[in-house]
């Protein structure tokens, strides 16, 4: 047997060329890096490190044995700001390496605060967009807690609430010209005047100056006149309107926003846009024809919207074409799948001697009974309905942009 003894013939190396490290001011840390070095002497007794010391004097820093560096006082940034030490491995056989740089850092005590937010700013109306907080600072303490996320609010208030604004100065009226809506579009819940009887006995909900608000108790509607409408809208058509809603505590009924019915004998809806289980849903029957008399086609299209019953002003637009039938919610085209719109198919109506129909507001004519039915519990404003044309998208998306916003 011939047994080969190993002598020690090489000296510590470091895995890096310098090491860093930080460390908040005041605290005592019994981790601030580590530094690690290796021996390639193949035994134990000469290839292991035994000890890590740290060369430098009067240092307030300690390193154990495994290369852990700690700092034995608490520290002042404003004292020193970097402490630069000089760190040796020893191996167990003795052998010292060359001495590697550390560098720690003393953080100044931390506070996630903000700085520089002003508190007030005046804006000249007319001037375009203006910095709100242009030396807005953030302090963050990632040594203290590493930030994964960041999530601020900015809210705007101002003094009056308007129909789903923050802001009155503009009327329901001027809002739609300033964004260029079809002046074909009608108005079917317009202020109250000797012009305009059938809203006369509506409440209104006063204080608002963009434009008549009506509210609706479950009990009332109203009939529009003849003359104010063609009863037949076309093939194309948009019906637009601001609503404020919330769940019913009974049972969840129809309640009808508008409603095109027979006028006698019959109960049948031509036409209508109605809140049901909170879905928004829109019925359009079409006319008979010879020729798809037997042809089953979509007739009503039923939306899941939260916003129908969360209490706040919406607005709400559905255009209808041979194309099919789109919702505008709050100016955005609201994204159809499966699982939150519904569309049932139907038989076209079939004619029927000697009836005419009726367009409501707030609830629905039955022909039948001679009486309203399905009364709306909400407010309403700005109900419009654009025969033979759909209203253009970006129109839509402008009725709903505040004269005051928040741009970001």
């Not at 020893?90 to 010292?96: A, I, P, R």
């Not at 931390?110 to 804006?123: G, I, K, L, P, R």
């Amino acid at each position: 047997h011939v047994t080969v003894k190993d002598v020690n013939e090489y000296i510590p190396q470091w895995g890096e060329e310098e090491y860093s490290g930080q460390v908040e001011e005041g605290e005592v840390s019994d981790f601030i890096l580590r530094v690690i070095a290796t021996d390639r002497d193949c035994s134990p007794t000469f290839g292991d490190i035994c000890q890590y010391t740290i060369s430098s004097p009067d240092q307030p820093f300690h390193v154990d044995q495994h290369g852990v560096i700690t700092n034995t006082a608490p520290l002042s940034a404003q004292e020193s700001r970097s402490h630069v030490l000089s760190v040796i491995a020893t191996d167990c056989g003795g052998k010292e390496s060359s001495p590697v740089l550390v560098t720690i850092s003393v953080l100044p005590k931390c506070q996630t605060s903000w700085a520089d937010v002003s508190t007030s700013m005046t804006y000249i109306p007319g001037t375009g967009p203006q910095p709100i907080f242009p030396a807005a600072h953030l302090t963050l303490c990632p040594a203290v807690c590493p930030t994964a996320h960041l999530e601020t609010t900015l809210t705007l208030h101002t003094d009056h609430v308007g129909v789903g604004c923050d802001r009155d100065t503009y009327s329901l009226a001027s809002q739609r010209k300033m964004c260029g809506a079809s002046s074909q579009a009608v108005e079917l819940l317009p202020a109250q005047s000797e012009e305009t009887p059938w809203v006369n006995n509506l409440n209104t909900d006063l204080g608002r100056e963009a434009g008549p608000v009506y509210q609706f108790d479950g009990s009332n509607g109203a009939v529009v006149p003849q003359r104010i409408v063609n009863h037949h809208f076309g093939n194309e058509f948009t019906i637009a309107t601001w609503m404020r809603h919330e769940r019913k505590k009974r049972k969840q009924t129809k309640e009808q926003m508008l409603c095109l019915s027979d006028d006698h004998k019959k109960n049948r809806h031509h036409t209508s846009l109605f809140v049901r289980n909170c879905k928004l849903v829109l019925l359009f029957r079409r006319e008979y024809q010879e020729e798809e008399r037997n042809v089953f086609k979509p007739a009503e299209w039923r939306w899941n919207v939260p916003q129908v019953c969360d209490n706040s002003w919406h607005h709400y637009a559905v255009s209808v074409s041979s194309e099919g039938v789109e919702l505008y919610l709050d100016g955005e085209l609201f994204s159809q799948d499966g699982e939150n719109t519904e569309i049932i198919d139907d038989w076209p109506l079939h004619p029927a001697a000697d009836l005419k129909t009726t367009l409501t507001v707030g609830a629905c004519w039955h022909g039948s009974d001679m009486k309203m039915k399905h009364s709306l519990r909400g407010y309403l404003a700005g109900l419009s309905v654009l025969p033979g044309k759909r209203e253009h998208s970006e129109v839509l998306k402008c009725l709903v942009q505040c004269s005051e916003s928040l741009q970001l």
